[in-house]
């Protein structure tokens, strides 16, 4: 198993940091549910649906809670015919606890993410998809004092979810 060799980014953007691994391809579609949650204050990511093969991860979507306890569900980044042809799975968090660390593997030419890896910040997990012994591992970078609050990444149409995939990560500020 290779460890990180994927394209990194991370940049601050005011007071969220953006953080994100691989590149998109020319042919891909990149999503955001950045417009989705406008208006929103202080949204974290409770869960996420996730669409998926044998072979990778076909389609998201994320969960969020803003700071009135209010769900909202982001787009789902799948498409139709992924959708009739993947197994679905649910990670959702009860009140009080958010995500807090996303990796998982991409295939060997580092294409496509083949499983993800979710935690939440009191411990539950969740692993979604299939690894081989060529995947190369990813992880997103939250620091301690960090929550996701937006997912972003890029889909190809016809296989699923390409290598760019990444977070908006806002500031936990201690009370």
């Not at 953080?19 to 990149?30: L, N, V």
């Not at 606890?97 to 580092?110: M, N, R, S, Y």
């Not at 993800?116 to 301690?144: A, C, H, M, P, Y």
Request: aromatic share 10%.
């Amino acid at each position: 198993m290779n460890l990180f060799s994927i394209r990194t980014k991370t940049e601050k953007i005011g007071a969220v940091r953006k953080d994100e691994r691989g590149k998109p391809a020319t042919t891909d579609q990149e999503f955001s549910d950045q417009g989705l949650l406008k208006g929103y204050k202080d949204t974290k990511i409770i869960g996420f649906r996730i669409w998926y093969t044998s072979k990778n991860i076909t389609g998201i979507q994320a969960i969020y809670r803003d700071s009135t306890e209010k769900q909202i569900e982001g787009a789902a980044y799948v498409s139709e015919a992924s959708k009739s042809q993947s197994k679905e799975e649910l990670f959702h968090l009860d009140s009080g606890d958010h995500v807090k660390e996303i990796c998982g593997f991409l295939d060997k030419d580092e294409k496509y993410v083949q499983s993800l890896i979710i935690t939440s910040q009191k411990g539950e997990s969740k692993r979604v998809g299939n690894s081989t012994s060529e995947s190369k591992l990813f992880k997103l970078d939250i620091n301690e004092y960090e929550y996701p609050s937006i997912l972003y990444g890029a889909i190809e149409k016809q296989y699923g979810i390409s290598i760019l995939l990444g977070l908006f990560l806002s500031v936990l500020f201690n009370k």
